[in-house]
């Protein structure tokens, strides 16, 4: 079979796992990871799942492995943090079958809370990391990560970045090689972590990284394309597609694992070229070592740490182009922005009403930051917001949080924040958290979780009751609002940030752009009734705007008829009717 | 061949982009192609691009260098221009869709954006929306657009139905060709 086929990065990296025999795969989305999952669901000969958190997942991943099966866990970079756990010491168990962690960088912030680099991680775990740099090779680099797995007996992080992720390029379709399963034998000092067999594990560790080290000047994926040897790049991943759209003729060292580094081929590649330049988005990690080698290379001092790179910004930087400059118009920005629709408008609108601050957390709400809503006053990390409020109230006391809240998503809530919850119950917080309870994992593009009561595969499963998971670990008041029924929510939001006692609040509907959603309203202004006061913008729609006279005039094609507007209007100029 | 495909989160940006790009595919070049995921999408400004070529190296294309910005919105249109080289050719739905910033007064949306883009670029403009909604079926806007493009991309007419076919759903087959010929037959 030769086929070829246009594919998203991810959905490569996917086809990457199908090939390489792959039969257990756990996950929790995030962007730009998140796809790598939902194409390999549809392959039936993988088990794929949506775990919890990042944490469980590669625990479930390393379980796979442990028993003898090829096995991966994919997640954003801040998702590995949540993961480093388990990572630091799986470098010291090794593995029995292919262990792969598909770890995803987001350079440019397209949707993440920051720039971090995967491959510090990586050298501060002792782990070693594939990089490819388009579709093609995303896939047929996962095959290698899985060898290299169980040549070296160790996990082996896989790094994309957005780019990759998100970009699509031609694939060569090949066909699915399962090996045979490896024998589970029981091996205290290997797999048993505890003092007296972790040290010998480091050992094994250290020696470990030292031959990759050495092996890693011979590695196939490790290019050297001479060219004119006046310039050369030393680069990996994306960046080397600007390297070569940039400076066609100038020599490339092209590293396909970039930790542990190759040495000899490095030392052998600056020898031969007379000034080289390493060309990586974000840390100095390649640039770093080579320098601590003794050896001179340009980096850092000509290339931000920030962002993505271009073509562009190397033809600029390097060979002195003038004309690569361009004027841009100077036109109002256009951020992301709350759907038409969306019940976190409805919930925030009530919160900026009451003049409450909240804790936010991670998913689309994190717009509740921004005008007009202005409710959210800070985003750390999964989970943060509740444990954030926590620490507030143990600073300040009681009557500093009476008018803040916490404000999460369920699947957020599900992923790390129900510890920060039991954490308030022990610790007697007088707090008031709300879930934001939409169904799914929004910001993502829809993916079912834990209380969705479907998993990654679509099948039926139970669905655990958000309200009886908070009263089981203790929460004295659960309190569960339809999220645009504004008056109730305004009353018991008022209620509970007063109250001395802990409480959850269980916003809910369904996000506006969950499949099946049916919308049989719209609204619609009476331009007659309409006093231009500018209300009902205060809640931030845009399926709203104004006609040229001041009125205000509601999209029909955009408005979902969820009549939160209607609630602001004192004059009766807003009327919900059927489509 | 440098594509540019840009709008607003949900104006269907990527499926034409992916249209574009199997088009391509299927005569025979090296094709890459870059899209937006995750909370940038979310009514914000959106880009997609487009590169074809005997060989293609960077997913993006950069400023400058593009022969065909497809702008599903004036602001937008206005936003990329500088990404279009200096016979490049502009495609603009004649749509206005406020940003938050100018919803809620912190900005101005600006006047006779396509008078300007007009003396400064070769520029072709169409209102999909309407086209669309008397098609019976105004979420074909994009395709309409699409149509006046693939003039200006090349390709068999043919050849652009048949991926279009293949690629949108069942039901709407019908009424996205119609969407299609008018837009190419403008």
Redesign the interface.
């Known amino acids: 079979m030769s086929e070829?086929r246009?594919m998203?990065g991810n959905d490569a990296i996917a086809r990457g796992a199908y090939e390489a025999g792959v039969k257990v795969s756990s996950a929790y989305p995030g962007?730009?990871s998140?796809?790598i999952s939902e194409f390999l669901a549809k392959y039936d000969e993988v088990y794929t799942e949506w775990a919890p958190n990042e944490k469980v997942a590669l625990e479930v991943a390393a379980g796979a492995s442990i028993a003898g099966v090829r096995s991966m866990a994919c997640m954003k970079h801040v998702g590995l943090n949540v993961a480093s756990d388990p990572l630091y010491t799986l470098a010291y168990t090794g593995v029995n079958a292919g262990l792969v962690v598909v770890v995803a960088d987001d350079p440019g912030l397209?949707?993440s809370q920051n720039e971090q680099d995967t491959r510090m991680i990586a050298r501060s775990a002792h782990l070693p990391v594939v990089e490819p740099s388009?579709s093609g090779e995303a896939k047929e680099y996962f095959k290698y990560a899985m060898e290299l797995s169980e040549k070296y007996d160790t996990p082996v992080i896989f790094r994309t970045t957005t780019?990759l992720s998100?970009?699509?390029?031609?694939v060569d379709l090949g066909e699915r090689e399962v090996p045979e399963d490896k024998v589970y034998e029981r091996q205290v000092p290997k797999y048993v972590m505890m003092p007296g067999s972790a040290i010998g594990r480091h050992v094994v560790v250290e020696k470990r990284e030292k031959q990759m080290e050495i092996d890693a000047s011979g590695f196939s994926v490790n290019k050297v394309e001479y060219k004119d040897k006046k310039l050369g790049f030393i680069t990996s991943g994306?960046p080397y597609?600007?390297v070569?759209?940039a400076c066609p003729n100038a020599s490339v060292l092209k590293l396909g694992v970039v930790n542990p580094l190759p040495k000899a081929l490095i030392e052998e590649f600056c020898k031969n070229v007379e000034t080289v330049y390493v060309f990586e988005e974000l840390e100095p990690v390649i640039e770093e070592q080579i320098r601590a080698w003794g050896i001179d290379v340009k980096g850092k001092e000509c290339f931000t740490k920030q962002g993505e790179y271009?073509?562009?910004m190397l033809r600029r930087v390097l060979v002195g182009c003038t004309?690569?400059t361009?004027?841009?118009?100077q036109?109002?920005?256009?951020?992301?922005?709350?759907?038409p629709g969306c019940p976190h408008r409805s919930t925030f609108s009530v919160l900026n009403k009451l003049k409450i601050h909240a804790a936010g957390d991670i998913g689309?709400y994190?717009?509740g930051a921004?005008?007009?809503l202005n409710v959210i006053d800070t985003t750390i990390c999964m989970g943060s917001s509740i444990s954030l409020l926590h620490g507030m109230e143990k600073a300040k006391g009681k009557e500093y949080i009476k008018n803040w809240v916490a404000t999460i998503g369920d699947s957020t809530f599900l992923h790390t924040g129900v510890n920060s919850l039991i954490n308030m119950v022990y610790n007697k917080s007088s707090a008031t958290v709300m879930i934001l309870d939409n169904r799914t994992t929004g910001?993502?593009?829809h993916q079912e979780h834990a209380a969705t009561g479907k998993t990654l595969k679509g099948e039926d499963t139970y669905a655990i009751d958000l309200t009886e998971l908070c009263r089981s670990i203790g929460v004295p008041n659960v309190i569960t609002v339809d999220a645009f029924d504004v008056k109730e929510m305004e009353r018991v939001v008022k209620e509970s940030v007063n109250s001395d006692e802990l409480t959850v609040i269980i916003a809910k509907a369904p996000c506006a752009l969950l499949k099946g959603m049916k919308f049989p309203n719209k609204c619609r202004v009476d331009s007659e009734k309409c006093k231009k006061c500018g209300m009902c913008?205060k809640i931030?729609c845009?399926a709203?705007?104004k006609n040229a006279d001041g009125t205000v005039k509601i999209d029909e094609?955009m408005c979902n008829g969820c009549g939160l507007c209607k609630n602001y209007c004192k004059f009766g100029a807003i009327e919900k009717i059927e489509r | 061949m440098n594509i540019m495909v840009v709008g607003v989160g949900g104006q269907g940006t990527l499926l034409t982009s992916r249209i574009i790009g199997k088009t391509a595919l299927a005569g025979g070049y090296d094709i890459k192609l870059s899209e937006v995921h995750g909370m940038a999408q979310r009514g914000g400004s959106v880009v997609t691009f487009v590169r074809f070529g005997d060989k293609v190296f960077e997913p993006v294309c950069e400023e400058g260098t593009v022969d065909v910005l497809i702008a599903f919105e004036r602001l937008e249109a206005l936003r990329y221009a500088h990404f279009l080289k200096k016979d490049g050719v502009m495609i603009v739905n004649d749509t206005r869709i406020d940003p938050m910033t100018v919803v809620i007064g912190a900005a101005q949306y600006p006047e006779n954006i396509l008078q300007g883009l007009e003396k400064s670029h070769k520029l072709y403009t169409i209102n999909g929306g309407e086209v669309a909604k008397a098609l019976g079926n105004s979420k074909v806007l994009n395709t309409v657009v699409l149509g006046l493009a693939a003039k200006h991309i090349g390709f068999e007419k043919e050849e652009w139905i048949r991926v279009l076919q293949s690629t949108v759903p069942q039901k709407t087959v019908e009424i996205n060709t119609k969407a299609f010929e008018e837009g190419y037959n403008l």
């Not at chain 1, 036109?331 to 759907?339: D, E, G, N, Q, T």
Request: charged residues 20%.
């Open positions: 070829k246009i998203l962007t730009p998140t796809e397209a949707s388009d780019k998100h970009s699509q390029s031609i994306i597609q600007y070569r759209e271009s073509a562009n004309d690569c361009y004027e841009k118009a036109v109002p920005a256009r951020p992301p922005i709350l759907c689309c994190t717009l921004v005008a007009p910001m993502t593009g913008m931030g845009p709203m705007t094609t």
